[in-house]
Nanobody, 123 residues
Framework: QGLLVESGGGLVQAGASLRLSCAAS????????MAWFRQAPGKEREFVAR???????AYADSVKGRFTISRDNAKNTLYLQMNSLRPEDTAVYYC?????????????????WGQGTQVTVSS
């Protein structure tokens, strides 16, 4: 049984940085595509960034240039470095594993999820 556990969220001021981590277990981490999504109150879950098993990355336009997704296959851990945070980045951030088709921006296309970590950015 696989498990994804996010950590690193918190309350910060606008302009600050945070690094989220997602520790994976139970599956061969290096062979899976991984992603970060987020969900703000009253909004749908939205795509943030994706890390293909090959190392290729992709980002939502709203975070491009500010966020960096990375992975350490030796530690079975996915990261999201978030810089220049804005109040609109406030959300619960989720780690996802195994996209079932090429439309990786759709949360319905990811099979495994963590429980989420709250990020709150004050103005």
């Amino acid at each position: 049984q696989g498990l994804l556990v996010e950590s690193g969220g918190g309350l910060v001021q606008a302009g600050a940085s945070l690094r989220l981590s997602c520790a994976a277990s139970g599956r061969t981490f290096s062979t899976y595509n991984m992603a970060w999504f987020r969900q703000a109150p009253g909004k749908e879950r939205e795509f943030v960034a994706r890390s293909h098993s090959s190392g290729i990355t992709a980002y939502a336009d709203s975070v491009k240039g500010r966020f960096t997704i990375s992975r350490d296959n030796a530690k079975n851990t996915l990261y999201l470095q978030m810089n220049s945070l804005r109040p609109e980045d406030t959300a619960v951030y989720y780690c996802a594993q195994f996209d079932t088709n090429d439309d990786y921006s759709g949360p319905e296309n990811w099979r495994y999820w963590g429980q989420g970590t709250q990020v709150t950015v004050s103005s």
